[in-house]
Every structure is written in structure tokens, then in C-alpha cells.
């Protein structure tokens, strides 16, 4: 059996799409299992080092462009389109999984005219394009929340959760660790406006901020400022570009602030944490605003608004939930509501009984 997954451009893309990629080959060990991505994703830094079978597309997004820039997206479209199609005849997939992103979607086209079937991958609690466009042709759709579901046809919808490569643990928050602990979560890239937010609001909690330590993954641009900023603060602080085994960070974490990637909230949600949001602000949709809602709605989390607002607000809710040992576990476990653990199987079996349904 040969399968083909396809997205990236973000670690919430490529990292669900390893983690059912893995869990395919463990299930059937003579599965040959292809990684498609682009060539400017974060993918194209992290697959080369994986040991994973790859190819990369030379694929950009047509959103956000000039028409100068939409139109020579849409040329760079059409001919990943072409490298997919030749890329179905060398390796020939009894299926082809799409875990959005710019590099599902010439994928999954290819898909189309090799009359390969699809398996959908949606990990946002609202659609990115890719999928918006395209999950007519899919056999079905994995989507992480319930939420997901109104927007495509339900006889095609599984809610299987948000695979993941490492399982987190569900805990109690951690009473035995000394100090606190706040994990700061930017992205696979990092996130400067959450950043410098974050950092401000440290800032203003000089006097009370004594016993804390931080871990905060920062990005690979703003790393040495952050940690030359940090030495000027009362408190222990931990700054790494990436966090690549992000349960094990949160296992020690006391309170999370973080983005709202579809990634983070899931892995929030099954280690039981509480967390304070800060969505992006410039997406069209606001996917991460909807995806922190999730969490929000059952008590498990904070909104707070990426404005110039940011440090101030950010500050108040961290030393008031700090001072609330109670509050944060109550949370917690609220946020573990919207756990699904077994994610990575459930989407696996899909895909295995789609493939099969057709050869």
C-alpha cells in the first residue's frame, strides 16, 4: 500500500500529517508512505532531517497578494499541479491524504485526475481554503471539532480529533513543581507581536514574578533579544527557538500563552492545561479565534486581544490566575472536555478503509 499526505507550510499542518502518517505505517508496516510539502513551509526545514520518504512543491498561497502577485500564484498553482500529476505516475498512491495547507491542494487535484481517492484532513474549527474548495472529491472529511461540521456535507464528516505525534499526559497542574511555570507557545515560527506582549507583560509584573520560571518558545528571529530581555527580570527564563516535544513542556507548565493554532489548543486540551490565548489578528477568517473559543466556551481558557492592549491585559490575567492555584486546576480539567486521544488511530482507520474500499 503507497500513501500519499500532503500539506504543510506550518508545523499545524505538518505535524498532524506525520502523526497519521506514522500511525498508518504502524498499523501496516508494508505502507509506503510519501510527505508532500512546499519548498518555503516549515516543512522544508523539517523534513530533510526526519528520515521521511518527501517531495516538495514549489507552491505559494494566492491570498493576501497584489494581482502582479496573485497571478504569478496562481502560474506556480498550475505547475505544481503538473509536478503532482507526474508525481502520482512514479509513485502511484491507492490513496492521497490531505492535511491542508498550499501543498494539499495541487495535491489533491493531481488526486482527482489519477482518480486516487481522498482523505480530508481538517484541523481548524473553520476550513482553510484549500479544503474549503476541494472536499466535494474526498471521501471523507477527519475534522478536529465538532464545530467543524456544519461547513461540509455530513455524511462525510468524522470527528476524530487533532492527531498528534507525542501523546500528552493529562495532570494535575503542577503543585510539586517550584516555581510556577508559564510556557509561552508562539507557533512553529514564533509569533513577534506575542512575543513582545508577553515580555511587556513580565515587565510589568516585576515585583511578582520572583517565583516564576518561563519557558518560552520564542522563534528563531526573536530568540537573542528575548533572552538579553529576560536577564533584566526577577525570574528564571528558558528561551528556545523551537519546542519539538511540546507535551513534555507542558507536563511542567502551570498556566499556557499561547497563539490559537489548531495545534496548540488540541495539545492543551489533552494535557489538561489552563491557557491564556492571544489568536492572530490579520487572518481573514480568524480561524485561531474560533479555534480558542472552543476551549473558552468550556471554561478552559482566556481570550485575550492582540491589540496595543496586549502587555497590560496580559498581565492582569496571568498574576490573577497565578494567585488562584484552585481556579487554574478547575480549569484544567474543564479544558480536558475537548480531548480526543486516540485522534491519530481514529483518522488511520479512515484512511486505510477508504484505501481499501477502492482497490
Known amino acids: 500500500m503507497r500513501v500519499i499526505v500532503a500539506g504543510g507550510g506550518t508545523g499545524g499542518h505538518l505535524f498532524p500529517a506525520v502523526a497519521v502518517g506514522s500511525q498508518i505505517a504502524r498499523m501496516r508496516p508494508s505502507a509506503k508512505v510519501m510527505y508532500v510539502g512546499t519548498i518555503n513551509g516549515f516543512e522544508a526545514k523539517w523534513l530533510p532531517a526526519s528520515g521521511y520518504c518527501y517531495e516538495l512543491l514549489d507552491v505559494h498561497g494566492v491570498m493576501g497578494h497584489s494581482l502582479v502577485g496573485r497571478v504569478r500564484a496562481l502560474a506556480e498553482f498550475l505547475r505544481a499541479i503538473g509536478m503532482a500529476r507526474k508525481l502520482m505516475g512514479r509513485f502511484r498512491p491507492h490513496l492521497v491524504i490531505s492535511a491542508g495547507g498550499y501543498a494539499s491542494a495541487p495535491t489533491v487535484v493531481a488526486a482527482m485526475f489519477a482518480r486516487v481517492p481522498i482523505v480530508m484532513m481538517e484541523q481548524n474549527t473553520r476550513p482553510g481554503l484549500s479544503n474549503r474548495m476541494l472536499w466535494r472529491f474526498a471521501r471523507k472529511i477527519c475534522v478536529s471539532f465538532a464545530d467543524t461540521a456544519q461547513y461540509f456535507s455530513r455524511a462525510k464528516v468524522e470527528v476524530t480529533g487533532l492527531p498528534v505525534r507525542y501523546q500528552p499526559q493529562a495532570q494535575n497542574s503542577g503543585k510539586e513543581f517550584v516555581p510556577?511555570?508559564?510556557?509561552?507557545?508562539?507557533?512553529?515560527?514564533?509569533?513577534?507581536?506575542?512575543?513582545?506582549?508577553?515580555?511587556?507583560?513580565?515587565?510589568?509584573?516585576?515585583?511578582?514574578?520572583?517565583?516564576?520560571?518561563?519557558?518560552?518558545?520564542?522563534?528563531?528571529?526573536?530568540?537573542?533579544?528575548?533572552?538579553?530581555?529576560?536577564?533584566?527580570?526577577?525570574?528564571?527564563?528558558?528561551?528556545?527557538?523551537?519546542?519539538?516535544?511540546?507535551?513534555?513542556?507542558?507536563?511542567?507548565?502551570?498556566?499556557?500563552?499561547?497563539?490559537?493554532?489548531?495545534?496548540?489548543?488540541?495539545?492543551?486540551?489533552?494535557?489538561?492545561?489552563?491557557?491564556?490565548?492571544?489568536?492572530?489578528?490579520?487572518?481573514?477568517?480568524?480561524?485561531?479565534?474560533?479555534?480558542?473559543?472552543v476551549l473558552e466556551k468550556l471554561g478552559g481558557a482566556i481570550i485575550v486581544k492582540d491589540d496595543d492592549e496586549l502587555a497590560p491585559n496580559l498581565a492582569r490575567e496571568m498574576k490573577r490566575l497565578l494567585e488562584s492555584p484552585k481556579l487554574l486546576a478547575e480549569m484544567g480539567q474543564r479544558s480536558h472536555r475537548a480531548a480526543i486521544p486516540d485522534a491519530a488511530v481514529r483518522v488511520a482507520k479512515i484512511c486505510l478503509e477508504a484505501a481499501a474500499a477502492e482497490n
Open 180 to 293: 510556577k511555570q508559564i510556557l509561552v507557545l508562539g507557533g512553529s515560527s514564533g509569533a513577534h507581536r506575542l512575543n513582545i506582549g508577553a515580555l511587556e507583560g513580565f515587565k510589568i509584573l516585576r515585583k511578582s514574578v520572583i517565583n516564576l520560571k518561563v519557558v518560552h518558545q520564542s522563534g528563531e528571529a526573536d530568540a537573542a533579544l528575548l533572552r538579553d530581555a529576560y536577564h533584566e527580570l526577577p525570574l528564571v527564563a528558558e528561551v528556545v527557538p523551537f519546542v519539538d516535544d511540546v507535551p513534555a513542556v507542558l507536563a511542567r507548565a502551570d498556566l499556557v500563552v499561547a497563539r490559537a493554532g489548531a495545534g496548540t489548543v488540541n495539545d492543551v486540551a489533552l494535557a489538561a492545561r489552563p491557557a491564556i490565548f492571544v489568536p492572530y489578528p490579520f487572518h481573514r477568517d480568524m480561524q485561531q479565534l474560533h479555534n480558542a473559543r
